[in-house]
Nanobody, 124 residues
Framework: VQLQASGGGSVHAGDSLRVSCLAS????????IAWFRQAPGKQREFVAS????????NYQDSLKGRFTISRDNAINTVHLQMNSLKPEDAAVYHC??????????????????WGQGTLVTVSS
């Protein structure tokens, strides 16, 4: 498995949740990794990304301050910490990887690797 997402669940508004993306060593050491999300009936949207060196981090503007992306080099995992969750954050969260930088202006089309999604539900 190249990318494996986990950590989704059902929470209440205001709660926190962390989703994680386990990557193969090859991908983790050389690729940028990003999180996208897709709610029912909506387009997939960029959430956050982190470069392989962790020197370049990007967020969807509306999520800055609530979401934090990070890398855990010891376990080849990228985490997305989500705080103060809102019902509108409910979606399937997908992680993706690419050799080129990933930011909010980049379409999700053509990204090299995708993990399976993990479902986050937020009740009001």
């Amino acid at each position: 498995v190249q990318l494996q997402a986990s950590g989704g669940g059902s929470v209440h508004a205001g709660d926190s949740l962390r989703v994680s993306c386990l990557a193969s060593e090859r991908i983790f050491s050389r690729y940028a990794i990003a999180w996208f999300r897709q709610a029912p009936g909506k387009q997939r949207e960029f959430v956050a990304s982190i470069s392989w060196s962790a020197t370049r981090i990007n967020y969807q503007d509306s999520l800055k301050g609530r979401f934090t992306i990070s890398r855990d080099n010891a376990i080849n995992t990228v985490h997305l910490q989500m705080n103060s969750l809102k019902p509108e954050d409910a979606a399937v969260y997908h992680c993706a990887a690419d050799r080129a930088p990933i930011d909010s202006g980049r379409s999700y089309y053509g990204l090299e690797y995708w993990g399976q999604g993990t479902l986050v539900t937020v009740s009001s």
